[in-house]
């Protein structure tokens, strides 16, 4: 298994290229790019890989098989919901910054033409609260297993200062439906004020696989198995963009046992 955590690769362009080979494993990608000029373009598919296109901020006009989508709106992901682009197996996709832009490609294995490109707008995703005290966090589901896919699950969540989120720990890491599922995970993490700083540990209960990692603005921690809880230090909120997938399109996780307690 790789590093479980990349650090930005530039400041600007390409800045992460995370494939199921550099990982180490079968089924998640995932790539950055950060556009900073007007007609500045990104592109890519042709394969067998289904992809969401997530506008971290700004405005593009997303061109899938010829078919143009004008989007974006928000300037942070602290703004609220934005907007993705769903580009099926197979199809061409080319990305024109109209605005200075962050915009994430989420992969995984597709069935070519199974389905037409769409846009998921802010009206088109559910937004939901979790936990309660410190523990509260703020899901966006942009890509639930009950929107139409191949593979990819994708989410994002703001998690407040000071507080903590994917907690208590969990894991999906066995394929044993209806109990668990077995998905690979990354995370994208930005802060709110670009020297935030938080922490993320992935661990499973042999201790096999134990690392506590420092998280900063722009890192790309991922999970091929294990716990994997986060915390963001007072002061500065996390959001983070999760891309999951696995041989079911399916989120079902268990929690660690000793930690169960506090779901009350």
Not at 28 to 33: N, P
Not at 44 to 61: F, K, P, Q, T
Not at 170 to 180: A, F, I, V, Y
Request: aromatic share 10%.
């Amino acid at each position: 298994m790789a590093n479980l955590k990349a650090r930005p690769a530039a400041e600007q362009g390409h800045v992460h290229h995370i494939t199921p080979q550099t990982a180490g494993w079968t089924y998640v990608g995932f790539d950055l790019h950060k556009l900073p000029n007007v007609g500045d373009v990104a592109r890519g598919g042709g394969d067998d890989r289904e992809v969401c296109i997530v506008l971290i901020s700004g405005r593009a006009n997303v061109t899938v098989d010829g078919q143009d989508f004008l989007v974006g709106g928000r300037m942070s992901p602290f703004e609220g919901p934005g907007y993705s682009v769903y580009a099926p197996a197979g199809a061409n996709w080319r990305i024109e910054a109209l605005t200075p832009l962050e915009v994430a490609i989420c992969s995984a294995p597709g069935v070519r033409g199974a389905r037409p490109p769409r846009v998921i707008g802010p009206a088109d995703v559910e937004k939901l609260t979790r936990g309660t005290g410190t523990n509260t966090r703020y899901p966006t589901n942009i890509l639930p297993e009950t929107a139409a896919a191949d593979s990819l699950l994708v989410v994002e969540v703001i998690t407040p200062g000071g507080h903590t989120s994917s907690y208590p720990p969990h894991r999906h890491d066995e394929d044993d439906l209806p109990r668990q599922s077995f998905l690979e995970e990354t995370y994208y993490h930005r802060f709110s004020r670009p020297q935030g700083f938080g922490f993320q540990r992935v661990f499973t209960d042999d201790r096999s696989l134990d690392e506590t990692m420092l998280i900063e603005d722009g890192d790309v921690v991922m999970v091929p198995k294990g716990y994997h809880p986060v915390a963001a230090v007072a002061g500065y909120d996390i959001y983070y963009l999760n891309v999951m997938a696995g041989p079911k399109r399916t989120w079902k996780f268990y929690n660690a046992p000793e930690h169960e307690w506090m779901l009350g």
